[in-house]
């Protein structure tokens, strides 16, 4: 029975897409019943970094070298003006598909598990989370969601309770390194220190450039206590 409504469900999917087609959201074609948002053809074409195999690791770690110890960095895909990744990024954040990141996080994650035991270096992730505001505005955290997608895959659990952030950065163009560390210094929060302590946390975020955000909640979650710290973003500038 079980199969039969598998195999009904499946086509009714594909009559579905005759009226409504379900287009990829980089090349337009009808996507398959089992392809979700990205066809495989653009799938395969998808600017991955490969810096959990050790492919052009160097760019990301320097971001925070002699600044603050991160046990890795790790981005999935590279970013680049009107390319791939930069749509899927506008999709996920201002096209409400926050799934998207949750389908993205799970093909990663899936790459983290086989190709570098990631699993087993880690206790919990948890997302960067978003100023109040910008959060109401856009009615869920997209960073959460990209989570979300790596722990159903490495089997790690997330939590969006452990961090907050407490005023608005303003923006941040125009300002030197130095200026963005001091924009954005004060307002990241270990809110539950009891749920990082002693823990070797995975923050995830959606797009590593200068690092400065990321190296604030890094130091926040050192001081709370937490064994080790690693990164991992849905993508990076080169
Ligand atoms: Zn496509």
Redesign the pocket.
């Known amino acids: 029975m079980k199969t039969i409504a598998k195999l009904f469900k499946a086509g009714l999917n594909d009559l579905l897409n005759l009226f409504y087609p379900n287009p990829?959201?980089?090349?337009?074609?009808t996507l398959q019943t089992h392809e979700e948002f990205?066809?495989t053809?653009?799938?395969l074409e998808l600017p991955e970094t490969g810096q959990h195999r050790g492919e052009a690791l160097i760019t990301n770690q320097l971001k925070f070298a002699g600044k603050v110890p991160v046990a890795f960095v790790y981005s999935y895909l590279y970013f680049t003006k009107k390319g791939k990744t930069q749509r899927l990024i506008h999709a996920l954040k201002y096209q409400e598909k926050k799934e998207i990141g949750c389908v993205l996080g799970r093909w990663y994650g899936y790459q983290l598990k086989t190709d570098c035991q990631l699993n087993e270096q880690l206790d919990l992730m948890v997302g960067v989370p978003l100023h109040p505001a910008r959060l109401r505005q856009r009615g869920y955290n997209q960073s959460d969601w990209f989570a979300r997608g790596l722990s159903e895959a490495l089997e790690i659990p997330w939590s969006d309770r452990a961090l907050s952030r407490t005023k608005f950065t303003l923006s941040q163009t125009g300002k030197d390194r130095m200026g963005r560390w001091e924009n954005v210094s004060d307002v990241f929060v270990v809110k539950e220190p009891d749920l990082v302590a002693n823990k070797r946390i995975l923050l995830v975020d959606d797009v590593l450039t200068t690092g400065a955000t990321l190296e604030a909640f890094t130091v926040a979650l050192r001081a709370a206590g937490c064994q080790s710290v690693g990164i991992v973003t849905l993508a990076a500038t080169r």
């Not at 990829?24 to 074609?29: A, F, G, I």
């Open positions: 990829c959201l980089l090349c337009r074609n990205v066809c053809a653009c799938r």
